[in-house]
């Protein structure tokens, strides 16, 4: 009932937000990885994979100077990744029309803010096919940084996150630093050089 | 009897007329940021607003079809017009920071500054959120009336006053200061108060697993402090006082014992942010937001003991 009478004031003033900073658990960082393939490449999945030219991340400490700048980047991504809705529901069939018209909708914004993006890339780069991945940056346990001498940057750290159906993560959930030394269940392929 | 005594306290606490002192630091900063905010916007103006933005306007209008933002920017993507807009905007923000026309800039910048954040949704932070906040309650306040160019001028073109020490003449006193003042620190109880409920929610923040957890988070790092992770028990006593002080700061900033204490904490929360956690821009502007529980005597008082300082240097 607060929100319905002063909603609109709210929104318009900006001060609509929740205070929640590294709140309830601080988390793994989440990167956009842009991939770069030439145009023409064949419709062979094998083959697309393999034809990546160049490949790059946002945010970049580096390209993006000040930090404030680096921190608009970093937003991004973050923003990118809690928009996410995966590309379909699992069971489907038992799932109220509600949720599946919402998911539609998260869906669509998704996509359009994914071809937002490639939309802005193919400017820089005219003549590739763009993708985009989610790419998210675990927290190594002090086990792991200590004891195994892992590197913040270790590539095992880093891990593709899938597009298929997958469920919500709970947010009051504690987000566990990684403490196995095996591989992520997808990792990507090159160190990140950032 | 006791209801006359609350409306006195009531009235005394929303209205009794206090100096602009302490609101003209904060306006020094927050104009400085957001000066440096639209700077750094311009940087990549083509990326962030233009035609093939990374999020382009007719993307952020789909995105706020529900709600009851707006943002002229939405309709305009022109680049000569956002340089324009961006030039006009530090401009602008250049000018409340040293306090030029204070009065009417603070107003315009407040707007061209929430019509920037309603576009580019998505790349805002707390950093957008503080300066906003802040800007919001400068606009009713009179903090043109100390430490500005304003000031200065009106000195000037009274040959009967010492311009040169206009700071030790006695500030003119107004509610609205005090209102303003009011407002940005309830606003502030407000963002701790839910800051810390909300990290009581998460495991991490009980087990003092969350300062290791932030010390590891390599987008966010800026100085090494893994350090850390050899000291649980320090790890551990970090995080449960932020979550003290941040949950309780509400209750413990208003009573005169606790106030400098929490003070203290929040200046040291802030500068660690700042300092270790890439975050220089918004750890700044949470204390110059805390600077709104000095009061204007108070800083009066620094300022005296600064001249006094300098003189005897001399």
């Known amino acids: 009932m607060l929100r319905s009478s002063i909603g609109r004031y709210v929104d318009f003033m900006y001060l609509s937000h929740g205070y929640f900073f590294f709140a309830p658990n601080p988390g793994p960082g989440h990167l956009i990885e842009c991939q770069l393939h030439p145009e023409n490449t064949a419709a062979n999945q094998n083959v697309f994979l393999r034809s990546i030219v160049k490949k790059y991340f946002y945010p970049d400490r580096v390209e993006q100077w000040p930090r404030l700048l680096y921190h608009r980047h970093f937003m991004l991504s973050e923003f990118h990744h809690t928009l996410f809705a995966p590309t379909e529901l699992e069971d489907s069939t038992t799932i109220d029309a509600r949720i599946m018209s919402q998911w539609r909708e998260d869906r669509r914004t998704y996509e359009s803010l994914q071809e937002s993006i490639r939309d802005n890339l193919a400017t820089k780069h005219p003549g590739y096919r763009i993708v985009l991945k989610r790419i998210q940056h675990d927290l190594p346990s002090p086990r792991l940084y200590f004891v195994d001498r892992w590197k913040l940057t270790d590539p095992r750290l880093y891990g593709e996150l899938i597009e298929g159906p997958a469920q919500a993560p709970d947010a009051t959930q504690p987000s566990k630093p990684i403490d196995s030394p095996e591989p992520r269940a997808v990792p990507i392929e090159t160190e990140v050089t950032r | ?314």
């Open chain 2, 1 to 314: 009897m006791i209801g006359k005594d609350f409306f006195q306290s009531w009235n005394m606490f929303w209205f009794l007329p206090r100096s602009a002192l302490t609101l003209a630091w904060i306006r020094i900063s927050t104009g400085s940021m957001l000066a440096y905010i639209h700077v750094v916007w311009s940087m990549r103006l083509a990326d962030f607003m233009g035609a093939k933005a990374f999020t382009t306007k007719e993307w952020v209008r789909s995105l706020h079809r529900q709600d009851y933002t707006w943002s002229y920017l939405w309709f305009i993507d022109s680049m000569p017009f956002l340089w324009a807009h961006e030039v006009i905007a530090i401009v602008l923000a250049i000018l409340m920071a040293i306090g030029l026309f204070t009065r009417y800039v603070i107003p315009l910048i407040w707007f061209m500054t929430l019509m920037v954040c309603h576009r580019m949704t998505g790349f805002l932070f707390g950093l957008d959120q503080i300066v906003m906040m802040l800007t919001t309650y400068l606009m009713i306040a009179q903090s043109g009336e100390a430490l500005s160019v304003d000031r200065a001028l009106r000195f000037r073109r009274n040959a009967s006053e010492d311009t040169t020490s206009q700071t030790l003449v006695p500030l003119p006193l107004s509610p609205w200061n005090t209102i303003s003042t009011r407002l940005m620190q309830i606003h502030l109880c407000i963002i701790y108060l839910f800051g810390g409920l909300g990290k009581m929610r998460g495991e991490t923040w009980w087990d003092g697993s969350a300062i290791w957890l932030s010390a590891v988070s390599y987008e966010y790092q800026s100085i090494d402090f893994t350090w850390i992770g050899h000291a649980p028990a320090l790890m551990a006593l970090a995080a449960h006082v932020t979550l003290f002080w941040e949950t309780f700061y509400c209750c413990l900033v208003w009573p005169k014992l606790t106030r400098p204490w929490i003070l203290v904490i929040a200046v040291g929360v802030h500068a660690g942010i700042g300092i270790f956690l890439g975050m220089i821009t918004f750890g700044w502007m949470m204390i110059v937001a805390n600077f709104a529980f000095i009061r204007p005597e108070t800083s009066e008082q620094w300022i005296a003991t600064i001249q006094r300082y300098t003189r005897s240097s001399r």
